[in-house]
């Protein structure tokens, strides 16, 4: 390999690196700034994206939906998840993977992996045939659809898999968390759709 390849596989590792800390760095400031909220602000924010949710055709298509236990000041959704026109699907961490289950309001909840609220692990099981939209909890999200997670892969991972790459996906964030671009690795799968409590997003 001659030098110039050397210097290019070189420049790829490190800004594959870079773009590591600089997703760690912000990482940790949009969970601050999250969780500086009062509870008050968090809960209007939170019933606004849910009014939001409610107004979008991709929503509004939907019967079957995949969404997420508010943890570390997510917005919570939970207002919706009491609307038995539909069927709510949840996650439970398994290994490296997510195992979706379906739930309704007065079936028991664990706490899981990471202290996460999660579904029965003998709750049936949702198939990704049987999906027609996943909410998908965000540390951040950008107008391209880009989004920041928590770091774990999980929804990276479940989102490159042929099975679940077909299904709308909608990111859901406060305002504080929209940027124009944020840094993405070639793993990262845009979504669909993004939601705030102001704005209901089309990405490109
Ligand atoms: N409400 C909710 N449920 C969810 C997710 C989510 O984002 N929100 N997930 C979305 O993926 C999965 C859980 N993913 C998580 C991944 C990492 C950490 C976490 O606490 N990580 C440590 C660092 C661990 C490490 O360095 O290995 C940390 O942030 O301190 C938490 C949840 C499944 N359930
Ligand atoms: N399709 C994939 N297959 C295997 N590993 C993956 C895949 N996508 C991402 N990963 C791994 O997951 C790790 C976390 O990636 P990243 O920092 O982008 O997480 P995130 O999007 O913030 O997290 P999450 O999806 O859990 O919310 C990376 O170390 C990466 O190697």
Redesign the pocket.
């Known amino acids: 390999m001659g030098t110039r390849e050397i210097r290019y596989i070189e420049n790829c590792t490190l800004l594959k690196i870079d773009s590591q800390l600089n997703k760690t760095k912000l990482r940790r400031r949009l969970l601050k700034t999250r969780q500086s909220m009062t509870v008050q602000e968090w809960r209007e924010k939170s019933d606004r994206i849910s009014d939001q949710l409610q107004n979008s055709p991709l929503f509004n298509q939907a019967t079957t939906i995949l969404a997420?236990?508010?943890?570390r000041q997510?917005p919570d959704l939970s207002p919706l998840f009491t609307d038995s026109q539909r069927r709510w699907g949840f996650?439970r961490?398994v290994g490296k993977s997510?195992s979706w289950h379906l739930w309704q309001p007065d079936d028991v909840l664990q706490v899981g992996e990471?202290g996460?609220t999660e579904p029965h692990p003998e709750a049936p099981t949702i198939d990704p045939t049987e999906v027609d939209l996943i909410i998908v909890?965000s540390v951040a999200c950008d107008r391209q659809g880009y989004r920041l997670?928590?770091?774990?892969g999980?929804?990276d991972r479940l989102l490159s898999s042929p099975a679940w790459s077909k299904i709308p996906t909608m990111g859901v964030i406060f305002d504080f968390a929209y940027f124009s671009q944020l840094p993405f690795d070639n793993w990262d799968k845009p979504l669909q759709a993004i939601v705030s409590e102001t704005h209901l997003f089309t990405c490109n």
């Open positions: 997420y236990f508010s943890f997510e996650p961490c997510l990471y996460i909890p997670g928590y770091g774990g999980y929804y």
